[in-house]
Structure formats: C-alpha cells, structure tokens
C-alpha cells in the first residue's frame, strides 16, 4: 500500500505570501477605490533588454531550420554560456573556477532544493535567521527537521543562526554542531552583505570542521560596494567546502524565462554514508544528467546575450532597481524609520518602531495603501523588521515615499 511522505506534513505552509495575498484580497474588497503600492514581492517588473530578446529572436529562427535546429543541448549546458559566465563572473574576479565546474539549470530555487540528495539523511542543517523560506521547507520536505516547535519557535533539529541588528546581520558562528550551513549574500530579506574577511571565517571553519557551504548568491549583480565579494571562490579555500548558486533571475530579469547556474568545486570530496571517499562534484553531475534535461537552446542563448552585446543593457537596469531602493531607504529615513540594506541588494530592511510586523503590515496597508512583507514571515528573528522590495517601477516607488511623507 502507498504511504506519503509524512515529512510534507511537518512543513508550516506557505503561511506569509498566502496571509499577505488574503490580507490585501479583503481590504480591497471592502475598499474596492483604493490604489495599493506593492513591495512584497521579489519579482522584477523590467522587461527583457533589447539584445536579450534580439538574441532570443535569432535562436527561434534556428529552431525552424533543419540546418541550425537543436534538440537535447548538453547535460551541463552549452559552453558558449558557461565560457561567458565564467569569464565575466569568475576570471575577472580572480576566483579560479573552471568551466566544467559549472551547471546550467532553470533556476537557483530548484537547485538550492535539489542539492540535498547529496547530503546524507542525518545531517545537522544550519540556517540564517530570518531566512529565505526555501532553505528550510526543502530540508522540512527531506525529513531532516525533526518536529515543529512553538516553544523554541523553530523545528527541533534545525540550527537557526540569527542574522541581526547586533551582529550586524552576520550570524555568529555555529555553537553547536552543523554540518551543512546556508549562506545568502547580499541577503533576502535583510538586504545587507558581508566582507571578505566575514566570509572568510566561515570558509575556514567549514574547512576545519569538514562543513558544506551552500552559497546563494542571487543578488549579487546588485554589489555596488568594492569590498563586498560577489561569489564565495573569491575566498581562498572556498574550492574544498563550498558550492555556490546564481541565478539570472534578478540579474536579467529571468524569473519568467528561467535560467540559473550552480558551482561546484572539482576539490569538494567527503566520506559518505558508506564511509567511501566521494566527489561531490560527480555526485551532481550524475544526478543532473540522471535527472535533467537542460535548459532550453533558447532561453541559453539569451542568457548569453546578458553576459555579452546586452551587458550594459543589464547593468542599467539594476542601476534602476538601486535607484528605487535609494528612494525607498532615504523615503523610510526621513518618515524617521531605521533602514539597513539597500545599497548593495534590492530589498531595504525597515526596524518596525513597535517591534510587531504584522500590525505595521496592516497599518501600512489601511493608511498608506502599501503592501510590503512582514519580517515574522521570514523566521524568529525578522520580527520587528519589515522588507520593502526595489522591484517596483519608478513611478510608483516615489508614489509610495510620497505617501510615506504625510
Ligand atoms: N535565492 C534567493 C535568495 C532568492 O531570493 C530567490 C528568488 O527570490 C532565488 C534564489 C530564486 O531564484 P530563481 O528564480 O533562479 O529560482
């Protein structure tokens, strides 16, 4: 007989964006001439850039000719894209990753879920808090969070590293033991970074302790500050405990067209299970060849045009972003809210005055027509804070400020 995963009943639900959809449902309801602002969201509202498209134009028309159509593309993805990526995002960053080292998927969401089958059952999970949901649902899904707990409001074998005003939003290092820790750099929800020397230390306490460093890196288009690394192989020693994900998603405006891409080390090896020595770096390539179809020829080639002819077009447009997220923070400062974020990443992390997000949710909504996300939504230690999102257009990111000012 068939028996479901009992672990999916564990999971919290989808309690935030549902909650923030109905909220904003009903009052809309009952004020059906009220013009509401969103900044809740993460999702970019820009279109595609003129060389992106052209680009994509040109391998549609490949597809209709048997001289130039394409079927299945490699398992890893096509070279003329990895070549790109690495040589924008790696070679002039000194990071010395090599080509094959890269795979091309349909998103940094699936792969920050899908890399778990390389970890063994009984791994301890490190995760920051507040965090980007993913991280810990996919783990509650892998039957690796024990039970929910009210009273530690968090699940029982989950290791939650606070990310907070006292710690700059650079969690301390793991007390106890954790043998597989989430980093995400500029972060979602709280919109700040760390240093070199910051990521350094986590480097080298995952290379003594034997740790895996799963790097998201997503946002990392939107660094503007010198100081602040853009991939985790910037970092000597990176190579042997982690793997970092970037996504196209935010840098070109992919979260409809799906394309991402995941690192990982040739020099990555662990014991497994078994007590075999193995490489991580087989272990998904098995699986993403096992399990993996690509992405589409089509979608790859307008990728590649982001890195190449449309670069500068892409610059522009996250410049647009940071100008809104400018806007946000120094609106939020002079209605006298305390603002951190938003100078290197698209989100801007508001300190509630009353410590309750949920209430300041409300209010923003009922008396300025704002939607934004609570920080409760993102873990324990998001209460109190409140994310606003540089993914608006221009206009209504000043209309919202405007309001913000009576
Ligand atoms: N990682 C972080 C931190 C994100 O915030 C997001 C999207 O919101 C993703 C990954 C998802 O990226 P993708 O669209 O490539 O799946």
Not at 284 to 312: H, L, P
Not at 359 to 365: A, N, P, Q
Not at 371 to 389: D, H, L, N, Q, V
């Amino acid at each position: 007989m068939f028996t479901a995963n009992g672990d999916y009943s564990l999971l919290e639900g989808n309690y935030l964006f549902y909650e923030i959809g109905k909220r904003a449902r009903e009052y809309q309801a009952a004020n059906p001439d009220s013009d509401i602002i969103r900044m809740g969201i993460g999702d970019v509202t820009r279109p595609l850039v003129p060389a992106v498209i052209d680009a994509m134009h040109r391998a549609v028309d490949e597809m209709g000719s048997e001289k130039t159509f394409h079927g299945y593309g490699p398992d890893f993805g096509y070279d003329f894209l990895r070549e790109a990526i690495l040589r924008r995002d790696y070679t002039a960053r000194g990071a010395g990753i090599s080509v094959d080292e890269i795979f091309i998927s349909d998103g940094a969401k699936c792969d920050v879920g899908n890399i778990q089958e390389l970890f063994s059952r009984d791994c301890i999970v490190g995760i920051m808090d507040p965090v980007y949901p993913v991280y810990l649902d996919t783990n509650v899904m892998g039957g690796r969070s024990g039970r929910f707990s009210p009273k530690r409001n968090g699940y029982e074998r989950i290791v939650y590293l606070p990310a907070t005003e006292s710690n700059g939003f650079v969690p301390d290092l793991p007390k106890e033991r954790v043998d597989v820790l989430y980093l995400c750099y500029p972060n979602n929800p709280t919109g700040m970074t760390l240093s070199h020397s910051q990521l350094r230390v986590f480097v080298d306490w995952a290379n003594e302790t034997g740790a895996l460093l799963l790097y998201d890196s997503a946002y990392e288009s939107y660094i503007t500050d010198e100081n602040v690394p853009h991939s985790i192989f910037e970092i000597e020693g990176a190579q042997t405990c982690a793997i970092e994900f970037r996504s196209m998603s935010k840098t070109a405006g992919f979260t409809g067209t799906r394309c991402a891409y995941t690192v990982v080390p040739k020099a990555l090896v662990r014991l497994d299970s078994f007590g075999n020595k193995v490489s991580l770096y087989d272990m998904w390539a098995r699986r993403v060849s096992t399990k993996f179809n690509g992405v589409s020829y089509i979608t790859q080639v307008g990728a590649a045009a982001a890195y190449n002819e449309g670069y500068e077009q892409i610059k522009d447009v996250v410049a647009y972003y940071m100008e809104n997220a400018r806007i946000i923070r120094e609106g939020m400062e002079s209605a006298g809210y305390t603002c951190f974020g938003g100078i290197n990443a698209p989100y801007v992390w508001i300190k509630v005055p009353h410590g309750d997000s949920w209430r300041f949710f409300d209010e923003l909504l009922k008396e300025r027509n704002i939607i934004g996300t609570p920080g409760a939504g993102f873990g324990a230690s998001g209460e109190g804070y409140f994310r606003m999102t540089a993914f608006a257009s221009r206009e209504n990111t000043l209309s919202a400020m405007k309001r913000m000012e009576k």
